[in-house]
């Protein structure tokens, strides 16, 4: 079992920058592709973000690229989004979610993830 945590949301004003963090317990994230998801009020979860298990592959949602950047460190157990440029559509609540896919593997479905955080709120103001 791998324990999520996510931190680091709040309220922000359009154009600032958000640094959340996603802390792993239980086990190494290590094995782990780890990804990023949003959910918005009435709406379904969607796809931010994924980084592989080696942390040298990536693949981002086109509405946050450019803005955003995932890292992990697999030693602290910890993955990272970087918010830059901030938009009031950005507005959700986080995920971070860790699956069991392959090196060759960048997912973006829900349904493909087998662990979740509780998530942390996002408000971006105008």
């Known amino acids: 079992q791998v324990q999520l945590v996510e931190s680091g949301g709040g309220l922000v004003q359009a154009g600032g920058s958000l640094k959340l963090s996603c802390a792993a317990s239980?086990?190494?994230?290590?094995?782990?592709?780890m990804g990023w998801f949003r959910q918005a009020p009435g709406k379904e979860r969607e796809f931010v973000v994924v980084?592989?298990?080696?942390?040298?592959?990536?693949y981002y949602t086109d509405s946050v690229k450019g803005r955003f950047t995932i890292s992990r460190d697999n030693a602290k157990n910890t993955v990272y989004l970087q918010m830059n440029s901030l938009k009031p559509e950005d507005t959700a609540v986080y995920y971070c979610?860790?699956?069991?896919?392959?090196?060759?593997?960048?997912?973006?479905?829900?349904?493909?993830?087998?662990?979740w955080g509780q998530g942390t709120q996002v408000t971006v103001s105008e």
């Open positions: 980084i592989n298990y080696t942390g040298l592959s990536t």
């Open positions: 979610a860790a699956g069991a896919h392959g090196s060759g593997s960048l997912r973006t479905r829900p349904g493909e993830y087998d662990y």
């Open positions: 239980g086990r190494t994230i290590s094995p782990y592709a």
